[in-house]
Nanobody
C-alpha cells in the first residue's frame, strides 16, 4: 500500500524559509512523478511544483518560481520542497502526491503559515 507522509510545516515570518519533506513507501516510484500542491482556506487545490523520479525534470507554478525548489532523494524515496522568501499568500495546507498519468496517491498534508 502506497503511503506518503509530509513533514516540515510550521509558522514562519514573511521572508523566512521552510523545507517540506514527503517520504513515500509501498512501491517502486521510478516511473512516477511527484508533486506538491497547496490549498488555502476557502480556495481550491493549487499545483505548486513537480519532479519526475527517473529524469529529475521539474515544473513550477508561476507564483513560486524563483522562490521554491523541488528536489528528490531516490535512495530515501523522499521529495523535498525548499521554500524561500515566503509571503503571507503562501499560507496553506501543503500536500504531496504521486502518480503517472494522474496523481493517484496523496499525503495527509502539512500546514504552512506565513505571518508576523
Amino acid at each position: 500500500q502506497v503511503q506518503l507522509v509530509e513533514s516540515g510545516g510550521g509558522l514562519v515570518q514573511p521572508g523566512g524559509s521552510l523545507r517540506l519533506s514527503c517520504a513515500a513507501s509501498g512501491r517502486t516510484f521510478s516511473s512516477y512523478t511527484m508533486g506538491w500542491f497547496r490549498q488555502a482556506p476557502g480556495k481550491g487545490r493549487q499545483f505548486v511544483a513537480s519532479i519526475t523520479w527517473n529524469g529529475g525534470n521539474t515544473a513550477y507554478a508561476d507564483s513560486v518560481k524563483g522562490r521554491f525548489t523541488i528536489s528528490g532523494d531516490n535512495a530515501k524515496n523522499t521529495v523535498y520542497l525548499q521554500m524561500n522568501s515566503l509571503i503571507p499568500e503562501d499560507t496553506a495546507v501543503y500536500y504531496c502526491a504521486v502518480g503517472r498519468v494522474t496523481y493517484e496517491y496523496w499525503g495527509q498534508g502539512t500546514q504552512v503559515t506565513v505571518s508576523s
